[in-house]
């Protein structure tokens, strides 16, 4: 895409949202101590003897918490002090007797988590609510970087820029080859480098069950995130006071999640594991405060409106509900910037009642021969290669202009077999226009 950029690539405002605070007390951090207990035994079982400070930064909670429940637990004699320095119980080696070690296997057997505190659901939420997708900064400016390497026109991509803004819906569809999910991606990187630092949490609590939701696969955490509470190098004295973020949520940069055809409907519910009894977010909750991509959409093995009856409501109240192995449900919030692209015809796919819920619906055409050439230059010259005009010319002789719709894809394509072809024949990459012709009768030649 070629685009008049202002020159300022990324000046936007990405204030990032409120950060959580740390948790005072057992109530603040939305945990029992019966809850806590068992979280500090399963904690010792599995790490041997831990110091007090150990414990508060693997469960990243203020040693403050961790406290009262290390006092019933010793006092249960669950476990016992192994020694210490004299800076007090912040420094106490902490170890299982042997009526501890039995209290763990059953905590375990119940449910093997065993990492990070979880946060209440209700903590979730509102945190969630906090950094919607709907509080990016988004205006031509400040999208022209991302989208710097593609050739687009201005009002397709002045289309985009008001999606972007609010936060709901695209629907992204045309022929195949002519830049739709490098258009998507385009958004997601937008979104991912210039939207700010957002906070999800390790894990959360609902309906008496644990839920993973941090996963190092999709989410990228964000350098500006304050390490200094748990780096394991700080003061005891940091260690007995609260920080500035409450270490059980990793500031992350917004996400961008891309799925295709192998998106299934199970991968919209919680996933459970019935060793560990715990729950891993589903593939979309992941996306919350970031962008959710289905490429290829009509393409997945279930059918097109399975997948969208599933995605009405979301789409519609901008919450979704998710459901635990006793068939409890309860509410969560879908913030999150969906994408659907594909290159099938929409009136096969959705019906009017979906296409309402979509609020933005942007074409992709196949390029003009003006754009087309801007692509076939700019690839030329990341591959090294001179300009040859003639070589356009017989791609249009010989094939485009004798039924076969140009794709943007070509280029790339094309010019890709030309420098193997070099390459091959220990040639210096270079381009002409009988390379081109040879290139063109093994790629498109089949096709006619």
Same mark, same amino acid.
Request: glycine letters at 6%; a neutral charge.
């Given at each position: 895409?070629?685009?008049?950029?202002?020159?300022?690539?990324?000046?936007?405002?990405?204030?990032?949202?409120?950060?959580?605070?740390?948790?005072?007390?057992?109530?603040?951090?939305?945990?029992?101590?019966?809850?806590?207990?068992?979280?500090?035994?399963?904690?010792?079982?599995?790490?041997?003897?831990?110091?007090?400070?150990?414990?508060?930064?693997?469960?990243?909670?203020?040693?403050?918490?961790? *406290?009262?429940?290390? *006092?019933?637990?010793?006092?249960?004699?669950?476990?016992?002090?192994?020694?210490?320095?004299?800076?007090?119980?912040?420094?106490?080696?902490?170890?299982?007797?042997?009526?501890?070690?039995?209290?763990?296997?059953?905590?375990?057997?119940?449910?093997?988590?065993?990492?990070?505190? /979880?946060?209440?659901?209700?903590?979730?939420?509102?945190?969630?609510?906090?950094?919607?997708?709907?509080?990016?900064?988004?205006?031509?400016?400040?999208?022209?970087?991302?989208?710097?390497?593609?050739?687009?026109?201005?009002?397709?991509?002045?289309?985009?820029?008001?999606?972007?803004?609010?936060?709901?819906?695209?629907?992204?569809?045309?022929?195949?080859?002519?830049?739709?999910?490098?258009?998507?991606?385009?958004?997601?990187?937008?979104?991912?480098?210039?939207?700010?630092?957002?906070?999800? /949490?390790?894990?959360?609590?609902?309906?008496?069950?644990?839920?993973?939701?941090?996963?190092?696969?999709?989410?990228?955490?964000?350098?500006?995130?304050?390490?200094?509470?748990?780096? /394991?190098?700080?003061?005891?004295?940091?260690?007995?006071?609260?920080?500035?973020?409450? /270490?059980?949520?990793?500031?992350?940069?917004?996400?961008?999640?891309?799925?295709?055809?192998?998106?299934?409907?199970?991968?919209?519910?919680?996933?459970?594991?019935?060793?560990?009894?715990?729950?891993?977010?589903?593939?979309?909750?992941?996306?919350?405060?970031?962008?959710?991509?289905?490429?290829?959409?009509?393409?997945?093995?279930?059918?097109?409106?399975?997948?969208?009856?599933?995605?009405?409501?979301?789409?519609?109240?901008?919450?979704?509900?998710?459901?635990?192995?006793?068939?409890?449900?309860?509410?969560?919030?879908?913030?999150?910037?969906?994408?659907?692209?594909?290159?099938?015809?929409?009136?096969?796919?959705?019906?009017?009642?979906?296409?309402?819920?979509?609020?933005?619906?942007?074409?992709?055409?196949?390029?003009?021969?003006?754009?087309?050439?801007?692509?076939?230059?700019?690839?030329?010259?990341?591959?090294?290669?001179?300009?040859?005009?003639?070589?356009?010319?017989?791609?249009?002789?010989?094939?485009?202009?004798?039924?076969?719709?140009?794709?943007?894809?070509?280029?790339?394509?094309?010019?890709?077999?030309?420098?193997?072809?070099?390459?091959?024949?220990?040639?210096?990459?270079?381009?002409?226009?009988?390379?081109?012709?040879?290139?063109?009768?093994?790629?498109?030649?089949?096709?006619?």
């Amino acid at each position: 895409m070629l685009l008049k950029s202002s020159g300022s690539a990324f000046d936007i405002d990405a204030t990032a949202p409120e950060a959580p605070t740390p948790p005072e007390s057992l109530k603040e951090a939305g945990l029992t101590l019966a809850f806590l207990n068992d979280l500090i035994l399963k904690a010792l079982y599995l790490r041997g003897t831990m110091l007090g400070r150990d414990l508060g930064q693997f469960l990243c909670l203020p040693f403050k918490v961790v *406290k009262e429940s290390l *006092k019933f637990l010793k006092d249960e004699k669950n476990i016992e002090v192994m020694g210490g320095d004299l800076v007090g119980e912040v420094s106490y080696k902490f170890s299982l007797t042997d009526l501890g070690r039995r209290r763990s296997q059953e905590a375990m057997e119940m449910c093997a988590y065993c990492g990070p505190a /979880p946060v209440p659901l209700e903590d979730y939420v509102e945190q969630t609510y906090r950094q919607a997708v709907t509080g990016i900064r988004c205006t031509p400016e400040t999208l022209a970087a991302p989208f710097s390497h593609l050739v687009i026109k201005d009002e397709m991509f002045n289309n985009l820029g008001p999606a972007i803004v609010s936060g709901r819906s695209v629907f992204i569809y045309g022929p195949p080859g002519n830049g739709k999910t490098a258009m998507a991606r385009s958004i997601g990187e937008f979104m991912n480098q210039t939207g700010g630092g957002i906070y999800v /949490p390790y894990s959360f609590l609902a309906e008496g069950s644990i839920i993973t939701v941090y996963d190092p696969s999709v989410h990228q955490p964000d350098e500006n995130q304050d390490h200094s509470f748990i780096d /394991p190098d700080s003061s005891v004295k940091r260690l007995l006071n609260t920080g500035a973020v409450d /270490p059980r949520w990793v500031r992350i940069r917004r996400p961008v999640i891309v799925t295709g055809g192998e998106l299934t409907l199970e991968m919209m519910d919680l996933k459970y594991n019935a060793e560990s009894k715990f729950y891993q977010a589903p593939i979309h909750f992941k996306a919350n405060g970031g962008v959710f991509l289905i490429d290829d959409f009509g393409r997945q093995i279930v059918s097109p409106k399975e997948l969208l009856n599933r995605w009405i409501l979301p789409l519609e109240d901008r919450h979704d509900f998710l459901t635990v192995a006793s068939g409890k449900k309860f509410q969560v919030p879908f913030e999150q910037l969906i994408i659907f692209s594909t290159n099938l015809d929409p009136k096969d796919l959705v019906d009017d009642a979906f296409l309402r819920r979509i609020r933005h619906k942007v074409q992709v055409h196949a390029p003009t021969r003006d754009v087309y050439e801007k692509i076939f230059h700019n690839y030329s010259r990341k591959l090294g290669m001179q300009g040859c005009p003639e070589a356009i010319d017989y791609l249009y002789e010989r094939y485009y202009s004798r039924g076969r719709s140009p794709r943007a894809s070509d280029c790339r394509d094309l010019l890709e077999i030309v420098q193997s072809i070099c390459r091959y024949r220990r040639h210096p990459v270079h381009l002409t226009r009988d390379l081109i012709a040879e290139a063109a009768s093994s790629f498109i030649a089949e096709f006619n």
